[in-house]
C-alpha cells in the first residue's frame, strides 16, 4: 500500500495516464506513435502537477488530507523530482522538436506556471478564478495530448473530433474531484457542485462522458464492445463518487482510467497495424512505469 500511495500521491500514476492517453491520440486515426513526445508528456505531466502542489506546500490548512499530509512529508523529493522533470522536459523539446512546436506549446506553459500562482500574489492563480479550473483544465489537456501531436497530420474536421472528444472526457472525469472538494474549497472558487449541487454534478458528467462516447463510437477505429464496457466503467466511477471516498478512489480509481483506454483499440486480428500500435504504446509505457519505479524502492 505504501508503494501505490508513493505512485499516486507523487503524481507519477497521473503521469503515467497522461502519456498513455496521448497514445491514445494518435491510435484514434491509426497514425504511427511518436515516442518523443509521449516521454514528453510523461515529463511535462509530472512537473505540471507537482509544481502546483510546491507553490501550495505552505498554503495546506490545518486539517491535511492523506494525500497533503504524504507531500509534507515528502516534500524535499518532490521538490528534486520535480525540477528533474523540468530539465527532462527542457531537452526533450530542444532535441527532438521543432521551434515551431515550442512556440505551439508556450501557452500551455504560462498556463501550468499561473495555475497555482500569478506569482506577484502567491496565494492567487488561475485556479482561483471562480468557474475556470475545470474549464482549464479540460481545455489545455485537448490542446495539449489532441490537437498539438497531429495538427499536420490530420484534417481541420479530425482535430475538432479529437479536441472535443479530450475535452468532453477530461471534464467528464474532473468533476469528481470537485465533488470531492465541494465541502473544502472555498466558495469564491463556484464549482459545478457548489453551484448545482453534488446530483445535478454527476448528470453533467455524464452528458459530457456520453459526448466522448458518442465521438468514439462514430468516428474512430475502436473495440466497440470494449468501449462499451470501458466508459460503463468509468460512468459508475462517476456516479459512486461522493465528498467521504478515500483520496485513492479519486486519484488512483478515477485518474487510473486513463491508464486503461488503450483497451478500446483491442482488436480480435492481432497483426493489424492498429493492434501493433498498441502493443507498441503499451511497451513503452511499461518501460516508464518501470524505470520510474525504481525512484521509490528503499
Not at 49 to 56: D, L, P, S, T
Not at 65 to 76: L, T, V, Y
Not at 202 to 220: G, T, V
Request: some cysteine; aromatic content about 18%.
Amino acid at each position: 500500500m505504501k508503494f501505490i500511495k508513493a505512485i499516486v500521491y507523487s503524481n507519477v500514476w497521473i503521469a503515467l495516464g497522461a502519456s498513455v492517453y496521448a497514445c491514445n491520440s494518435f491510435l484514434c486515426f491509426q497514425k504511427p506513435i511518436n515516442n518523443w513526445f509521449i516521454l514528453l508528456i510523461f515529463f511535462a505531466t509530472f512537473f505540471a502537477y507537482n509544481f502546483e502542489r510546491i507553490v501550495k506546500i505552505n498554503q495546506f490548512n490545518f486539517q491535511l488530507s492523506e494525500r497533503q499530509e504524504w507531500i509534507k512529508q515528502h516534500q524535499k523529493l518532490i521538490r528534486i523530482l520535480t525540477l528533474l522533470a523540468f530539465v527532462v522536459s527542457s531537452v526533450l523539446v530542444m532535441f527532438f522538436f521543432t521551434f515551431d512546436d515550442a512556440m505551439f506549446l508556450l501557452p500551455a506553459l504560462f498556463i501550468v506556471l499561473l495555475y497555482a500562482t500569478f506569482f506577484v500574489n502567491q496565494k492567487f492563480g488561475l485556479r482561483d478564478v471562480p468557474g475556470l479550473k475545470i474549464f482549464l483544465i479540460a481545455a489545455v489537456w485537448g490542446y495539449v495530448l489532441g490537437v498539438f501531436p497531429l495538427v499536420d497530420k490530420l484534417s481541420q474536421k479530425e482535430l475538432i473530433y479529437l479536441f472535443a472528444d479530450k475535452f468532453s472526457f477530461i471534464f467528464a472525469i474532473t468533476i469528481p474531484f470537485d465533488i470531492r472538494d465541494v465541502f473544502k474549497d472555498s466558495v469564491e472558487k463556484k464549482t459545478i457542485p457548489q453551484l448545482l449541487g453534488v446530483n445535478l454534478s454527476k448528470a453533467i458528467a455524464m452528458l459530457f462522458l456520453a459526448i466522448s462516447f458518442f465521438i468514439h463510437y462514430h468516428f474512430f477505429e475502436v473495440n466497440q464492445p470494449i468501449l462499451f464496457l470501458y466508459f460503463l466503467i468509468v460512468a459508475l466511477l462517476i456516479l459512486f463518487a461522493n465528498p467521504n471516498r478515500k483520496e485513492l478512489y479519486f486519484s488512483g480509481l478515477i485518474d487510473g482510467v486513463l491508464v486503461l483506454c488503450l483497451v478500446t483499440f483491442i482488436q480480435p486480428n492481432a497483426t493489424s497495424k492498429l493492434s501493433l500500435n498498441a502493443a507498441h504504446c503499451s511497451e513503452l509505457n511499461w518501460l516508464l512505469w518501470g524505470r520510474i519505479s525504481a525512484l521509490h524502492k528503499p
